[in-house]
């Protein structure tokens, strides 16, 4: 097994047929735990490694699209419109214009 766990189907996946035989995680096995991510950052990174390994096999070339596509600037810029999704779960009148204007 690689040294390098990563959160994906795949662990979760071995895992439940690996810990009723052992009773432990396959992650146990991992030199370094793995940290555990939100999941709108594993969202954010997987599309970004899904558009970046689709232009590039498109193209046929490597290394043209900039790490700032899907970047970590989208964390800090997603945090108004999040803000609003969660206050109209609970009370859709309860926005405001101006929270509306800032998440765009």
Known sequence: ??????KNWKVYAIDALYKPLTGAHVQDMC???PE????????????RETHVTGVEALYGEHGI?????FGDWMDTAWDPVHHVIVK?????HS???????TAG
Request: contains cysteine; charged residues 30%; negative net charge.
């Open 1 to 6: 097994m690689s040294t390098k766990c990563q």
């Open 31 to 33: 030199e370094v735990k």
């Open 36 to 47: 555990p991510i939100s999941n709108g950052v594993f969202w954010r990174k997987m599309m």
């Open 65 to 69: 699209i900039d790490d700032e596509c």
């Open 88 to 92: 109209m779960r609970d009370d859709f």
């Open 95 to 101: 926005v405001t214009y101006n929270e509306w204007q």
